[in-house]
């Protein structure tokens, strides 16, 4: 099986002339476009938030992948905060991807990409240009919004990338929660966002050189696609947040080598406490004692992972969250001068793993949430070489996290490979990690389905 990426732009003069221009984008109950284009009954839309210029601190490039026998058809909708927009399509063959470099379109400084595809299989993923950062798109906007862990100290710059995925305007508020409880700065109430259109919110404009923020976005009238970007030092992070508290939550690979520092930052939004509880999970020492914390009602909080006295250095940790009430989760990795931001996943019953950096991947480990057995499917859809190998099964014990690098012997490197791997409830989530020293510092996102 043959994979290609070809970048829009050499497309571009043949893709247009055969383009329709799209009228309007539908709303997320809907997601077929109303233009000069037609669209199978089972067409799928995708959102993509996160992206900025060149001068911004997460420019790059929307990755299309069609994992289908048969060919896509794909309508795009490219808007900025210039309220500037783009439109235009392309066509993904089976078992293909192609990209698109919103700052390379129209004129602005963040972008938000929507997506109207021709039929099911195609999934979307918001890549950094270094690769070290990467987000999967959304398949509907929200009403509510949730993310924390962010810093607005000197050195570290975070804000909400915001798009309206409706034909009608949005309207919502940012409320803050941090160590001291909740807030809601005035200028982050009842903004608007025009149809199809891209805003970001900075927060740094109000919550001033602090640690640990924890975000609410309440959508008064329509619904958003968002997306949390943080630089820190340097490194950039792509965070998707949540459309809900939870109550637990699993982070299958979690450093613990020495010079590598992991938090567990978690927000309570909740208006009563909550008592928070981690199980860490080690493959060559016994398991310490559940790590804890209380959080005050609207409060931040932090449960240091690495360095613990309590948690012997070995490797990669898995860990399981436990709350009495639901609470926001990100995991927060770093080296001591810059921390990227990794968020808690929702249990999947199908994820494709897949390098986008073109460095391969360190840590590649799934775990199973569920506490019975779960048979899963394992099938490479690209060993790297544009090859694809047969797909084989096997078990993941309950509440087990295993390596998919022990169970995939064929492949002795995992550069510009894709992995699918499937049960038959959603009770899976990945942890996937690129090569860095000390090691497990920097995170990246599988696809949810595919």
Request: hydrophobic share 40%; glycine share 10%; net charge neutral.
């Amino acid at each position: 099986m043959n994979r290609t990426r070809v970048p829009l732009l050499l497309v571009l003069v043949a893709v247009i002339a055969g383009a329709g221009v799209l009228s309007s984008l539908a709303r997320s109950s809907n997601p077929a476009f109303y233009g000069t284009g037609s669209f199978a009954a089972e067409s799928t839309a995708l959102y993509c938030t996160g992206l900025t210029d060149l001068h911004g601190v997460a420019n790059g490039q929307v990755v299309f992948t069609n994992a289908t026998d048969a060919s896509r058809s794909v309508s795009l909708r490219v808007a900025s905060d210039a309220n500037s927009s783009w439109t235009g399509s392309l066509e993904l063959a089976a078992h293909t991807s192609q990209s698109i470099s919103p700052s390379t379109l129209l004129k602005g400084h963040n972008f938000g990409v929507a997506a109207q595809v021709g039929g099911a299989g195609v999934t979307g993923e918001v890549v950094a240009a270094s690769g070290r950062a990467t987000t999967p798109c959304l398949s509907h906007g929200v009403t509510q919004w949730y993310a924390t862990g962010f810093d607005t100290v000197v050195g570290s710059k975070a804000f909400l990338s915001i798009e309206n995925p409706t034909a009608t305007p949005s309207v919502f508020s940012v409320s803050i929660y941090g160590s001291g409880g909740y807030s809601a700065p005035a200028p982050f109430q009842a903004l608007a966002v025009r149809p199809h259109g891209e805003i970001v919110v900075n927060l740094g404009d109000q919550v001033v050189n602090t640690t640990d923020v924890g975000v609410f976005v309440n959508v008064l009238r329509g619904t958003l696609a968002l997306t949390g970007v943080q630089s820190s030092g340097g490194t950039v992070s792509l965070v998707p947040g949540l459309s809900a508290p939870v109550t637990h939550a699993w982070f299958p690979s979690v450093t613990t080598v020495n010079g590598a520092t992991a938090q567990l930052r978690v927000a309570n939004p909740n208006q009563t406490p909550v008592t928070v509880s981690v199980k860490v999970s080690l493959a060559n020492f016994s398991a310490p004692a559940p790590q804890k914390l209380e959080l005050a009602p609207y409060a931040t909080g932090e449960i240091t992972i690495t360095p613990n006295p309590a948690i012997a250095p070995d490797a990669y940790a898995a860990l399981a969250l436990s709350a009495t009430q639901g609470v926001i989760a990100n995991l927060a990795l770093g080296n001591g001068t810059s921390t990227q931001l990794s968020s808690a996943q929702v249990p999947a019953r199908t994820l494709t793993i897949e390098d986008f950096s073109g460095r391969g991947l360190d840590a590649v480990r799934v775990t199973n949430v569920s506490a019975f057995p779960a048979p899963v499917s394992i099938h490479v859809l690209d060993n790297g070489s544009g090859v694809a190998e047969p797909h084989f099964t096997t078990t993941i014990e309950g509440g087990t996290t295993v390596s998919l690098k022990s169970l995939i012997t064929t492949m002795t490197s995992w550069k510009n490979v894709r992995v699918q791997i499937s049960a038959q409830k959603p009770v899976l989530v990945a942890g996937l990690t690129l090569p860095t020293r000390p090691a497990g510092i920097l995170a990246v996102a599988p696809l949810d389905g595919g």
